[in-house]
């Protein structure tokens, strides 16, 4: 409709520059303009006319404009603009060939209606001005010597957008090319064309059109389209994972969804999907089981009448590593509670718990040590002996007790190790024992009321907060309903410890209630590496006592409790991935953070990974030093075969091994299409935006080989293109004419 009225597209008149071309001077067209308008205005008040004033020189305004119009006209408006030369330019054509270009939509691909509508609209009229060079691309362009179906690639496994146009841009640099024309949907999953990789097509200086294919919607199809779950677990423990559900949210559907383990099932339950709500997250739990790599699938089940299955899984890999992990429980006298909470974990293959009790006042008792010399001295002095440990847990002490030294080692413990502090409520321990005044009192998440009042002997119920019903420590329960009632029933404590006011990031799990107040019982934070925890009570083994003997919640709290404590705390080294899970992607970027024994960067160390396929021999590479982060190790590796692969990196300083670690990640192929396989129009958009392009519909091809003449790569030539002939003008001439009749003989003087 544009070109129409205009006669060129809307691109021309962005890049062109207007102009007069009939050869008279410019000064004169405005002069003759107020010359006429004047005569016209001069004539209007000397003669009588049956109009009202107001009636009149709208008239008169009418009559100015149609004058001032065909003045202009008479001057030739004309618009100079920079066009490809004919025959003397290329044009590159992209098409998708990926494998969601060949989803159906209404009966026909995605691939065959871009094809159709390029082969009948575009490619015969851009052949008669330039040479075309035709592409089909996935991961990479490849050249096609026509878009027959013979003739394309096999559909491909991903949808590489951006690094194939770079291909395509780079390759041609001694081409006179004036345009690229893109042909996708727009399912660009190779997580690179980001704002770094536009700004290098932006310098090439060719312009971009792109042309969408698919739909922006597909109705009635469930995607999983994410699923986060922790890369470790501790053995037997309890496994949280969040999956992102995507649906069109037009009406409500019913599910499941499944974790399976291999061809076991680890947990299912059933999940509903409202309208209007198009993005649903659903939290569901399933144990790691014994020491080994669990090669998970969750999945959602599909619903009547869905198109598109294949995003309906997800799979990820679990490491279940069977390292012990060592928490230090120093306690300041006999209590209930030590019992238990040693009860609670005494079978449990993956924590262990060194426990130190003082008897008098230079006295200890030691339980669960590995050796005769294991604190034997009492409370650690040294770093390296206190960092052995992967949490530790601090009773009802004071804090004079321990020295500045050793006050500074448990802050260190926390900060620079990366371990876990968890203090416990007493008659001497938090505000009564003055740790308000100790050296840690920064990593705690509370601030600590002072006194001996602090220390509150009264019954008092127990509360689960917001947050605690969505973390596994406070999991009795699967189910949240019945996770309720049964934190609801737990038998009332006998003691609590006023504590001060949250720090920002501290998070509340359990409350006590006293009175008409919710105070806060179990409260976490993270600080520096590690993290802080306050359990303000010395009576929780009062739950053991009041249920019946059966009744495991007691224990199952205490040791969903002790592993919280220690199962994200690290060793020396620490491997990680940018990802767990490649799928259709096989650049892995390895990064090892090394610190010393004492938990030092380590700046000079050697570190070399194995990495080892599931099928095939172990490659050996070696970590190069990040140019950013002190301690950190960087390196990439190429995971083009599939399966799962067994990664572990070893790190050295001279001749003394400082530790390794090691992590499971997981290859896949032809996946990665099925998911978000709707059509990215907004991606499309920009990159023809930020390029000087345009974005098209397929119902808008025929004004494609037009447009793209008006560029300024390639080889161009000054063209002027006259405008006084275009439709647009005589239309609103007419128009200006028509309504001054139409007025004329409304108000009766025609």
């Known amino acids: 409709m544009f070109e129409l009225l205009f006669k060129f597209p809307l691109s021309a008149y962005e890049k062109g520059e207007f102009l007069f071309a009939g050869g008279w001077p410019v000064w004169l ?43 202009a006209l008479l001057w030739q408006p004309a618009l100079a603009v920079q066009s490809l030369k004919n025959r003397e330019n290329a044009v590159a054509v992209l098409v998708d060939t990926s494998r969601s270009m060949s989803l159906g939509e209404g009966g026909v691909s995605r691939l065959a209606q871009a094809t159709g509508a390029l082969a009948d609209r575009v490619l015969p009229a851009l052949r008669e001005k330039f040479s075309v060079r035709l592409y089909g691309f996935s991961a990479e362009p490849e050249r096609l010597e026509s878009l027959a179906a013979e003739s394309l690639p096999a559909p491909g496994g991903s949808t590489g957008v951006g690094e194939s146009l770079l291909s395509v841009l780079r390759e041609s640099t001694a081409v006179p090319l004036g345009a690229v024309l893109v042909v996708s949907d727009g399912s660009d999953n190779t997580e690179r064309f980001g704002r770094d990789m536009l700004a290098e097509i932006r310098q090439y200086n060719v312009p971009v059109h792109t042309i969408g294919v698919g739909r922006e919607r597909i109705e009635g199809d469930v995607e999983l389209s994410e699923v986060t779950v922790a890369p470790k677990s501790l053995p037997r423990s309890r496994v949280s994972a969040q999956l992102t559900l995507r649906h069109d949210g037009q009406e409500e559907r019913r599910t499941r969804i499944t974790v399976r383990d291999g061809s076991s099932v680890l947990a299912s339950q059933p999940v509903t999907l409202r309208a209007g709500e198009p993005v649903r997250r659903e939290w569901i739990d399933f144990g790691a089981g014994e020491s080994g790599v669990r090669n998970l699938t969750f999945t959602v089940e599909p619903v009547a009448g869905e198109e598109i299955e294949g995003n309906n899984a997800r799979r990820r890999v679990l490491d279940v590593p069977r390292r012990r992990r060592r928490i230090l429980y120093a306690e300041g006298e006999p209590r209930w509670q030590y019992k238990f909470m040693r009860r609670a974990v005494h079978k449990d293959a993956s924590v262990q718990l060194v426990t130190l009790l003082r008897t008098s006042a230079n006295k200890f008792y030691r339980q669960g040590v590995d050796t005769p010399e294991e604190l034997a001295d009492g409370f650690p002095d ?38 876990t502090l968890m203090m416990l409520a007493g008659p001497n321990g938090l505000g009564a024992g003055g740790w308000q005044l100790s050296e840690i009192v920064d990593t705690l998440p509370t601030a600590l009321e002072p006194g001996e009042t602090s220390f509150v002997r009264e019954k008092a119920g127990v509360e689960l907060t917001p947050r605690g019903r969505d973390s596994l420590i406070c999991r009795l329960d699967p189910d949240p309903a019945r996770n309720a009632e049964l934190w609801a029933e737990m038998p009332q404590l006998a003691d609590f410890q006023r504590l001060g006011d949250l720090k920002p990031a501290a998070v509340t799990l359990l409350g006590v209630r006293h009175g008409r107040d919710l105070l806060p019982l179990l409260v976490r934070q993270p600080y520096g590496r590690g993290r802080t925890v306050i359990f303000a009570t010395g009576g929780s083994w009062r739950w053991r006592m009041g249920l019946p003997s059966d009744d495991v919640r007691h224990d199952t709290f205490w040791r969903q409790l002790l592993r919280s404590l220690v199962a994200n705390t690290e060793g020396t080294v620490r491997l990680t991935s940018d990802r767990s899970n490649y799928a259709d992607e096989s650049r892995v970027a390895l990064r090892a953070e090394v610190r010393s024994k004492d938990y030092e960067h380590a700046n000079n160390a050697q570190v070399t990974a194995v990495v080892t396929p599931q099928e095939g021999p172990p490659l050996s590479i070696d970590l190069r030093p990040s140019a950013s982060e002190p301690g950190v190790y960087e390196a990439e590796v190429d995971a083009d075969q599939l399966g799962v692969y067994r990664v572990e990196a070893t790190a050295r300083l001279g001749e003394e091994r400082l530790g390794a670690d090691t992590l499971h990640l997981r290859r896949e192929g032809g996946v990665a299409e099925f998911f978000h396989p709707e059509r990215n129009a907004s991606l499309l958009a920009r990159l023809a935006d930020r390029t000087g392009g345009r974005y098209w519909e397929l119902d808008e091809l025929d004004a494609l080989p037009g447009d793209i003449r008006f560029s300024e790569a390639g080889i161009t030539a000054r063209e002027v293109l006259d405008l006084w002939d275009m439709p647009a003008l005589f239309l609103l001439l007419l128009l200006l004419r028509a309504a001054e009749w139409l007025l004329r003989k409304r108000w009766g003087v025609v």
């Open 29 to 71: 067209l405005p002069l003759l303009a107020a010359l006429c308008w004047a005569g016209i205005a001069w004539h209007a008040r000397r003669v009588r006319s049956r109009l009202a004033v107001p009636a009149l020189w709208v008239v008169v305004a009418l009559q100015c404009l149609s004058v001032a119009l065909v003045l």
């Open 382 to 419: 040294e770093v390296d002996e206190l960092f052995s440990y992967d949490a530790l847990i601090l009773g009802s002490f004071e804090a004079a007790f321990f020295t500045p030294k050793q006050q500074v080692g448990i802050r260190d413990f926390v900060s620079r190790r990366g371990g």
